[in-house]
Every structure is written in C-alpha cells, then in structure tokens.
C-alpha cells in the first residue's frame, strides 16, 4: 500500500481558535496505555480505530510510539516518514504559529479509510526535548499552557473538530509521552493480556491516571479495562478475567467482551491490514465490533 500524503485539509482543522473556544468538544479522544509491553496496546488501537470507521466515524490515528507499530501495522516504513508526531511536537513547543502548516502536510490518509499521524525514533529526540522542557520548569515561573506535560494537548484544538474519534496508541519507555497522551485525552482503555501475572501492571497505570487527572486533565475517565489475547478453553484464561473483575469490577468498567486470541490478529500488520481487511469473520473482529459498540456509548 503506497503511503499518501492526507489531501484531506478539512475547512474545521484551520480554525484553532473557535475549537478552543468551545466548551463541548467535538471528536473524543481515547488513549490505549500500560505499562506492559505486548498486551495488545497497538492491536487495540487499530482494530478499535477500524471498527469506529467502519461503523461510519471519521477516526485519526495517532503512532505515540518511537517504535512506530501502529505506523507499520497501516502498511508505512516507520523509518521512511519525514513528518511525523516529532515534528507536531517540536512544532508545538518551537513554532506554534507554524503548527496547521505542519499538521496539513503531516496527516497520512490511509488506504483502510484511517487518517494517520506516524511516528518513528524521531520522537524518541521529542521525549527528550519534552525532559528538557520540564527540567527548566522547575526554574521558570508557570505558564500553564506551556508545560511540558500538556504539548500533545495543545495540538488537540486542531484536529478535535475534524474528527470523531483520535485514538492514540501509547509506547512503554517515555512516560512523559504517555502522560502528554493523557494529558490531552477524554478516555484510557487499559489492555491486558488474559494471562498469569499480565495485570501486574495495571495498578502503576492507574496511578499514572489519577495522577495527570488531578495536575493536567479533570475531565480524563478511564473507559475500561480490556482483556486481550483470551482463549476460552485454558482456565487460565477464565481466571485472570474473574481476578480482574474482582480486582477492579468494582471501580472501573471491564469491558463486556474479552478479545480472543487468534494467529490473524497477530498476522494483519504484516499485512498493514485491520482484523476487518484481513480476516473480518474472525472472532476477534466480533470482539473489537463489541468495543467498538461500547466506546460509542461512551458518547
Ligand atoms: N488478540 C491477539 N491474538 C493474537 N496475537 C495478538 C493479539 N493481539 C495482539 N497480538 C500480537 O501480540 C503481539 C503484541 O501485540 P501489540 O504489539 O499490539 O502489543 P503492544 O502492547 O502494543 O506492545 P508494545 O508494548 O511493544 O507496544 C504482536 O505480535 C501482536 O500482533
Ligand atoms: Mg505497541
């Protein structure tokens, strides 16, 4: 699938200032988080993000991993992409009077009907600068709009109004990343993989969300937990979903139905295709129509 530079310049996406200064905000912003890796965080964004689409929602993607999956999922060379989340960021501290300019050029439309901002080692540099950033916080008197923490989210007025769903796909190594991710969210979905010891990490994201609920963003809710890779027959399975219900039923949303396990889910990046392209009979594909459902009702 050759990439395509976004020719979709939506009239809304020019008009910062009358998005900012709207009090209900557009398209709803959810973030795929853990702490651990492999759980199904980039599966879950592409397939949720397919299913939104195919359910008729206009549905950007955003790869906020410097290991650039979900850009390799959709078909792209991560290493390839000149424009990428680095440069929204960088531009976003550096040159926000440049930021449309760059947010034009830098939207890929792809060939499943997503819209795509990718990512590569690039925004690992970004991390860096975001650290940077916040060292000479310490020092300098506060702007709240200018704080590290909050960069991806001074994008958001940009690109909320042109779509009805911004799903951005979180990374493991730079938490500051996954704080801007949440920082500028409206919702995290928390995957975990249905296996021993998998929602070991699950209490550290929670923090991580009270946490940036309370400093940068009330209105962030978690959406609900969401079992990956389950198989119905090993009790395993069916045990890690009882303990986490336990665990968490009380407090948080798990989501109705578990994601299955299957051999094609792990075969459509290779083919930079969804479940839905590759594979729509698949169980998962029902699993991730299921989500899908839920995050609409989300509202
Ligand atoms: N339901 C599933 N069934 C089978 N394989 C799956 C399923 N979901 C994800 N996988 C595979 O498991 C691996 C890890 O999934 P994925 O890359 O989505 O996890 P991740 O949490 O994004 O990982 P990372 O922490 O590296 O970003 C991948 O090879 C993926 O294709
Ligand atoms: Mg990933």
């Not at 998005?19 to 557009?26: E, F, I, N, R």
């Not at 912003?29 to 890796?37: D, E, H, L, M, Q």
């Not at 940077?132 to 704080?147: C, E, F, K, P």
């Not at 989210?153 to 042109?162: E, G």
Request: proline fraction near 5%.
């Amino acid at each position: 699938m050759p990439p395509l530079l976004a020719d979709f310049i939506h009239s809304r996406v020019c008009k910062p200032i009358c998005a900012k200064s709207l009090t209900l905000p557009m398209g709803k912003i959810v973030a795929i988080t853990n702490f651990k890796g492999g759980v199904g965080k980039t599966a879950t964004a592409l397939n949720l993000g397919a299913a939104l689409s195919d359910a008729g929602k206009k549905v950007l993607l955003i790869d906020n991993d410097p290991q650039g999956n979900l850009t390799a999922a959709l078909g792209y060379t991560p290493a390839e992409q000149k424009r990428t989340l680095a440069n929204l960021l960088l531009a976003a501290i550096d040159y926000p009077e440049d930021l449309e300019i760059h947010l034009e050029r830098g939207i890929l439309h792809t060939g499943s009907g997503l819209y795509l901002i990718p990512a590569n080692r690039r925004l690992a540099d970004a991390a860096a600068r975001l650290q940077v950033m916040q060292i000479s916080q310490y020092n300098a008197v506060g702007d709240a709009d200018r704080v590290c923490e909050k960069v991806m989210d001074s994008i958001m007025p940009f690109l909320r109004d042109a779509y009805d769903y911004i799903i951005i796909d979180c990374g493991l190594k730079h938490e500051l990343l996954t704080v801007n991710a949440l920082a500028a969210s409206d919702y995290c979905i928390i995957p975990v993989q249905s296996h021993f010891l998998a929602s070991e990490g699950v209490p550290d994201v929670l923090d991580l969300v009270r946490s940036v609920k309370e400093k940068f963003n009330p209105r962030l809710e978690v959406a609900g937990i969401l079992l990956t890779m389950y198989q119905t027959r090993p009790q395993l399975c069916r045990s890690v979903r009882e303990s986490v219900v336990d665990i968490y039923g009380g407090s948080y949303h798990v989501f109705e139905r578990p994601i299955e396990y299957s051999i094609k889910v792990a075969e459509c990046p290779a083919a930079g295709q969804s479940i839905f392209e590759y594979a729509p009979k698949n169980a998962a594909a029902e699993s991730y129509r299921s989500l899908a459902r839920e995050v609409l009702r989300l509202g």
